[in-house]
């Protein structure tokens, strides 16, 4: 089965397609992604009619470049799989009105799949065969924070989530007041990587909600305290609003909120893990990029649930990508109650702003 998926729910226009032979041996033949961050850079964050106007006008090359990468004509498709959800609204008409458009003109099933359902299935791209269930799926992006428990394809129960900030936001955040420039999840990383002198300021920051009675998260305190810890180096420095931090202390300061985010999100996990008798860790999402966070899961894991699998995407699978939406259909075709549903999907699918994962469960 050959599938072509289509991803614009935020500031990336890609396509990709994907052949899927049976469960455990996809390939990906072709996957392009178009990325808008030198555009939204300025601003400091998304926009998003600027995003949806650089949408109209990638993403005719960029499908054209996935099909011709992939030397594959458009009757040799199966279907068509589109991200219609949750995600800017300019952003996602964009993409849906274009996979409709062809799902129509080619004859051909359109499969909707949720934006945080694709970033999940990144993780069979490359590890279907290690993949067992029940899996805790720990899902951190720019939108979401939250721990998913799957017993089978395409079936999710929340069991916990972030009640205000989402992990990639509170990077962004954080790289801003650092004065790291925009996105920031890789720029904290990259700092707190680099070697700090021997007289580098210590930097000490809370670990919120660690405690372990609840799945849920809180980073928007963990935020201020950086904001406080900023203000109070500047008026001992006698340092002006403005003036520029010295590396020192932004390198302090990116390696302890890093280590704090780390601490909680792993620590979480593997409770969840266990509590409900995991085969599978699975981490998600574009900040799952991060190699502290990787390294730290994956040894926590070794080290207390050694009969535990952890896979996380290869990096090219970790941001937004096409490929994980068509991979996500692909589940969604072969495990689906009600495939004929998607025989008139140019017909039905419809972008929509906000939407629990837990809904597709039922789709
Ligand atoms: O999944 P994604 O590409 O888009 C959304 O669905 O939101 O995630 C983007 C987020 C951004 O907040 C970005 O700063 C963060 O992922 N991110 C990272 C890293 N790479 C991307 N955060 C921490 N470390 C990274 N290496
Ligand atoms: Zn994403």
Same mark, same amino acid.
């Given at each position: 089965?050959?599938?072509?998926? #289509?991803?614009?729910?935020?500031?990336?226009?890609?396509?990709?397609?994907?052949?899927?032979?049976?469960?455990?041996?996809?390939?990906?033949?072709?996957?392009?992604?178009?990325?808008?961050?030198?555009?939204?850079?300025?601003?400091?964050?998304?926009?998003?009619?600027?995003?949806?106007?650089?949408?109209?006008?990638?993403?005719?090359?960029?499908?054209?470049?996935?099909?011709?990468?992939?030397?594959?004509?458009?009757?040799?498709?199966?279907? #068509?799989?589109?991200?219609?959800?949750?995600?800017? #609204?300019?952003?996602?008409?964009?993409?849906?009105?274009?996979?409709?458009?062809?799902?129509?003109?080619?004859?051909?099933?359109?499969?909707?799949?949720?934006? #945080?359902?694709?970033?999940?299935?990144?993780?069979?791209? !490359?590890?279907?065969?290690?993949?067992?269930?029940?899996?805790?799926?720990?899902?951190?992006?720019?939108?979401?924070?939250?721990?998913?428990?799957?017993?089978?394809?395409?079936?999710?129960?929340?069991?916990?989530?972030?009640?205000? !900030?989402?992990?990639?936001?509170?990077?962004?955040?954080?790289?801003?007041?650092?004065?790291?420039?925009?996105?920031?999840?890789?720029?904290?990383?990259?700092?707190?990587?680099?070697?700090?002198?021997?007289?580098?300021?210590?930097?000490?920051?809370?670990?919120?909600?660690?405690?372990?009675?609840?799945?849920?998260?809180?980073?928007?305190?963990?935020?201020?305290?950086?904001?406080?810890?900023?203000?109070?180096?500047?008026?001992?420095?006698?340092?002006?609003?403005?003036?520029?931090?010295?590396?020192?202390?932004?390198?302090?300061?990116?390696?302890?909120?890093?280590?704090?985010?780390?601490?909680?999100?792993?620590?979480?996990?593997?409770?969840?893990?266990?509590?409900?008798?995991?085969?599978?860790?699975?981490?998600?999402?574009?900040?799952?990029?991060?190699?502290?966070?990787?390294?730290?899961?994956?040894?926590?894991?070794?080290?207390?649930?050694?009969?535990?699998?952890?896979?996380?995407?290869?990096?090219?699978?970790?941001?937004?990508?096409?490929?994980?939406?068509?991979?996500?259909?692909?589940?969604?075709?072969?495990?689906?109650?009600?495939?004929?549903?998607?025989?008139?999907?140019?017909?039905?699918?419809?972008?929509?702003?906000?939407?629990?994962?837990?809904?597709?469960?039922?789709?």
């Amino acid at each position: 089965m050959r599938i072509l998926g #289509i991803e614009t729910t935020c500031d990336e226009t890609a396509a990709s397609v994907v052949e899927c032979a049976d469960t455990a041996q996809l390939h990906v033949v072709s996957s392009i992604v178009s990325s808008q961050v030198a555009l939204h850079a300025p601003w400091g964050g998304v926009v998003p009619n600027l995003a949806a106007r650089e949408h109209t006008k990638n993403l005719v090359p960029v499908i054209h470049t996935a099909l011709s990468n992939a030397g594959c004509a458009a009757h040799t498709l199966d279907a #068509i799989a589109v991200a219609n959800r949750p995600g800017l #609204i300019p952003a996602l008409l964009a993409g849906t009105a274009a996979a409709k458009s062809l799902a129509y003109a080619w004859h051909l099933p359109l499969i909707a799949v949720h934006h #945080i359902e694709g970033h999940i299935y990144a993780n069979w791209i !490359d590890h279907a065969a290690e993949i067992a269930f029940p899996i805790v799926a720990l899902v951190v992006s720019g939108g979401h924070t939250q721990l998913i428990v799957m017993r089978r394809h395409c079936d999710y129960t929340i069991i916990g989530q972030t009640r205000d !900030d989402a992990v990639g936001e509170s990077f962004d955040k954080v790289a801003r007041l650092l004065g790291l420039g925009y996105p920031g999840g890789p720029a904290i990383m990259k700092r707190a990587d680099s070697d700090a002198p021997e007289d580098a300021p210590v930097v000490h920051l809370p670990r919120p909600m660690a405690e372990l009675s609840h799945y849920d998260f809180s980073f928007s305190g963990l935020k201020t305290a950086v904001l406080y810890a900023i203000k109070k180096f500047r008026a001992a420095q006698h340092l002006s609003e403005n003036a520029p931090l010295p590396e020192a202390f932004g390198t302090a300061v990116a390696r302890e909120f890093q280590a704090a985010v780390i601490d909680v999100l792993t620590a979480k996990t593997l409770h969840a893990a266990r509590a409900h008798h995991a085969a599978t860790i699975i981490l998600a999402g574009g900040v799952s990029a991060n190699t502290a966070l990787r390294d730290a899961l994956f040894h926590a894991a070794a080290t207390h649930l050694p009969r535990v699998r952890c896979v996380c995407p290869s990096l090219p699978y970790c941001g937004d990508n096409a490929a994980m939406i068509a991979v996500a259909a692909y589940y969604r075709l072969t495990h689906s109650p009600d495939r004929a549903a998607y025989v008139d999907g140019w017909r039905t699918v419809t972008a929509v702003a906000r939407d629990s994962i837990e809904k597709a469960s039922l789709s």
